[in-house]
């Protein structure tokens, strides 16, 4: 038979009458004549809320008991998945990452998938089960447990199709498509029949949440289609994320925003100090960019989502001559915004922004850091000018 791996985030398992639901369409797929992989991501909210109580006795908690005790929440979803399809007359087993075979590197908190061993699945499948395992983590060669970071699980599912030679990996969210812009905050946004890779990975990497980009440059390296689908409707079709897809490439893609930022301004035009670069190294911090400040000197923007004790770090440890900015954000819009017929007005227009802070000009994106609470405005402006 052939095997599907099916991956489903926190929305869609956020409480039992969702994951009966998720069982439902599990046990489908299974009597359709496949074996099946699920991933699950933690409840939503349930990671939240663990790294608040870590937080509350410690503002700086180690790495390694924080990916100890953050991987407790795909367990809890693991089990209780598995429990409701064995009540649906079904045979099934819950394994955490570990028992799957997930080898990682050994750094906590933002590990990167080494080698898949998925013998016990592949065991467990020949039995006749629907294996259910815990997204976001693995073991290190060192025996200890580590996590994946922000959207690990989508990592996982695609690393176990292609270690499983799966016929195809398929993300469950509470999203069907992927869009030009958080349809959220752009109602008119364009969904996306298929992308290829690198398409998915500039989406991904700028703020898209739809797909994890380790989880893209994984399927793109093993030649994985991703297929998502939404949770609430599971049998509609929705974007595929494969290699040579049949719509050809547009010079800008989408624009994205990321909301989970903060950021140090270092006054100096020199740039940032060989000692600032150490100490954040040795916090285990890395930004998601570094750009010029309107006015002069640099932003260094990190992401609250990737370096999970980050407001503590810094609160404690600021570096000499940074400023702590918290109430900031960032737009990107993806895709080489010179060579779109649209990016000559698109320039216009951003040197209009009467709250831009700094920008970055890259061949494969445009990023613009405005306040917090303009976030959602500049993004609509921007996909206006670039999809009208």
């Excluded at 939240?48 to 006795?57: K, N, S, V, Y």
């Excluded at 301004?265 to 040795?282: C, E, H, I, W, Y």
């Excluded at 004790?309 to 000499?320: I, M, R």
Aim: proline share 3%; aromatic share 4%.
């Amino acid at each position: 038979m052939s095997i599907i791996v099916q991956k489903y985030g926190g929305t869609s398992v956020a409480d039992l009458e969702r994951i009966k639901k998720v069982a439902c369409h599990v046990v489908e797929t299974r009597r359709a004549g496949h074996d099946v992989v699920v991933v699950v991501s933690a409840m939503s909210g349930k990671t939240d809320e663990l790294m608040r109580m870590a937080t509350d006795i410690n503002p700086e908690p180690s790495m390694r008991e924080l990916d100890m005790l953050l991987t407790v929440g795909e367990r809890i979803t693991m089990a209780l998945l598995s429990i409701a399809i064995q009540a649906m007359g079904q045979d099934a087993i819950s394994l955490t990452g570990s028992q799957c075979g997930i080898m990682t590197n050994h750094s906590h908190s933002h590990a990167r998938i080494v080698e898949v061993r998925p013998f016990r699945v592949l065991d467990e499948l020949e039995a006749g089960k629907i294996v259910i395992v815990a997204g976001f983590q693995g073991t290190s060669y060192k025996r200890e447990i580590t996590t994946l970071g922000r959207g690990g699980s989508d990592t996982t599912a695609v690393a176990l199709a292609a270690a499983l030679n799966a016929e195809r990996c398929e993300i469950y969210s509470d999203v069907l498509f992927v869009c030009s812009a958080d349809p959220r905050v752009v109602i008119n946004a364009r969904q996306f029949q298929e992308l290829d890779y690198e398409q998915m990975l500039s989406l991904s990497r700028h703020g898209a949440k739809v797909l994890n980009a380790d989880a893209v440059e994984f399927a793109r390296r093993a030649g994985i289609a991703i297929y998502t689908r939404s949770s609430m409707d599971p049998l509609k079709e929705g974007t595929v994320v494969r290699v040579n897809p049949d719509a050809p490439p547009r010079s800008v893609v989408g624009v994205t925003a990321r909301k989970d930022v903060v950021a140090l301004r270092f006054s100096s035009d020199g740039g940032v100090s060989d000692q600032a670069l150490s100490m954040l190294a040795a916090g285990g911090l890395t930004p998601c960019f570094v750009c010029a400040a309107g006015g002069g000197g640099t932003w260094m923007v990190f992401s609250r989502t990737d370096n999970l004790a980050l407001d503590g770090f810094l609160t404690a440890s600021l570096p000499e001559g940074a400023t702590l900015v918290k109430d900031i954000g960032a737009v990107t819009v993806v895709g080489d915004v010179l060579a779109d017929p649209s990016g000559p007005a698109a320039i216009s227009h951003v040197r209009s922004i009467g709250h831009l802070r700094g920008m970055m000009l890259a061949p494969a994106a445009m990023t613009l850091l405005v306040d917090a609470d303009k976030v959602d405005s500049v993004t609509r402006e921007l996909h206006e000018v670039f999809f009208a």
